[in-house]
């Protein structure tokens, strides 16, 4: 058992960004559990109105907003351009199937979110460049060798 809220023994890792981007990256990311059949559980915190990088899931994924505001902007990676922007709060269950291409913001206090995804190829993301090219790819095997 673990106590997402107040536990030091998680193992954050941070995400910041320099000049390479035009939007504020820094949000961290906690493994809780990674199987090699292709079930992960991780938990990710974002700063206030920060972003996470622009990205595809290419794992099914589900993820509860446990506290502050979560801005999910859809983009279409064909013209860049948004399709829309839901803020989801704290209580907020979603579902998602592989494909699904945006990036997340949190709100002003900040969010923290429960992911849990599946990927039986062990693929979980590719983040991307604005322009749809894949930077680097998020893979089961990484996050069990990093474990």
Known sequence: M????NN???????F???DDFDYQIDY???????????HVDILYKWEPDCYCHFHRHTAEVSS?????ELHVIDIDLASGEEIGTKIRTAGDYAH??????HMEKAGPNGALVLFN?????????ESLDMDGTVIRQ??????LKKA
């Open 8 to 14: 030091e023994n998680l193992k954050w890792k941070r």
């Open 28 to 38: 961290s990311a906690a493994l809780l559990n990674a199987n090699d059949d292709g």
């Open 96 to 101: 998602k199937e592989p494909g699904d291409v």
């Open 138 to 143: 998020a893979t089961i095997d990484q996050l």
């Open 64 to 68: 509860t907003v446990l506290e502050g």
């Open 117 to 125: 995804l599946y990927a039986p190829q062990g693929v979980l993301a």
């Open 16 to 18: 910041q960004e320099g």
């Open 2 to 5: 673990i106590n997402l809220y």
